[in-house]
């Protein structure tokens, strides 16, 4: 990534938390007791059937007339690759196109633009496809070097394997950022999805997402952008050793007015390194990420958080934990600009209002 860094106003943000609280107190939160999650999700995110009054009209039209494509390497379905599938989705597309994707791997470099909404993704969750690439920053530029990017809206993701192949950083290879992933659609829902790679991981970069039973991998600002994304129940696995710097999200929300922010709910945090992993660092100087119900294994440095060296920041950025458990947990050594929330602090962000579902948000597909 560009460490850009924007004029600032320095101004709290704790004024327009308070707006946003009256805004999402309806929706029922996130239950405690992680064992809950799955029928709270099922209770709340109902099948089209039951909301075609609510969702968008756009979206209720498409889904009445889906159609299901399929990719099988071995040339047995009717396309042969991902890419021939994508491109047979014409530009305007106003029906929901499933690409159900065969076993194995495809190596290939995936794009969906803006012009192609309503597509879905699908795997077989006993058998998921691996989607790769070995494109880096060198070769396409950070966010262009994504095995998939996602432009359009009414995106779907369901049980795929998505990595980029390229080396591991190493600190000396100029250009060595490699994203597994970038969404920037507007209205996308992942399913059981793994994203493999080291630095800059996913790039959730723009519009309202929801990732759940994900995982994630990465080294350094491995989840990064300016998404208005809720992630539930989701591994994000630490892949570095005892001296480096690890740094799980680099949000970039730039105004105190954007609604966006990274919310992590009855996640995980695993893997490797001696307490060297922030939990998140100021990329630009109103990022706001929030980790609740989160289980945090020994690896997060006792400090939490980073600001970049930027103590200009610290009156801007939202960086706070709610009930998170694990060794990594401990708040007695946390920076002074990080928060534990409240219940009613945390309440805007712990429900599924924070990403505007009603609309949109329908339950995994299931062929």
Known sequence: MKYCIDALALTSSVIFLAASAGVFAATPPIPIEKSELDAW??????????????LDPALVAAEERTT????????????????E??????PG????????????VYKEKLTIDRTRPFITLYGSPNNMPNLTFDGDAKTYGTVYSASLSVDSDYFVAANLVIENSSPRPDGKRKGAQALAARLRGNKAAVYNCKFIGFQDTLCDDDGLHVYKDCFIQGTVDFVFGKGTSLF???????VVTDDELGV????SREKKTDPSGYVFAHCSITGTGGRNTFLGRSWRPWSRVVYAYTTMADIINREGWNDMRIPAFHSTVFFGEYKCSGPGSETSGRVDFSKQLSSDEVRPFINLGFVQSDKWLLPPPEL
């Open 85 to 90: 599938a994508i491109a047979s989705v014409p």
């Open 232 to 238: 539930l129940n989701t591994q994000l696995d630490v």
């Open 41 to 54: 999700y099922s209770k709340n995110v109902k099948p089209l059937t039951d909301r075609k009054g609510e």
């Open 248 to 251: 799980i999200t680099a949000h």
């Open 93 to 104: 597309n106003t029906k929901r196109v499933v690409i159900w994707i065969g076993g194995g």
């Open 68 to 83: 299901v494509v399929k990719v099988r390497a071995d040339g047995s379905g009717d396309f042969k690759t991902v890419a």
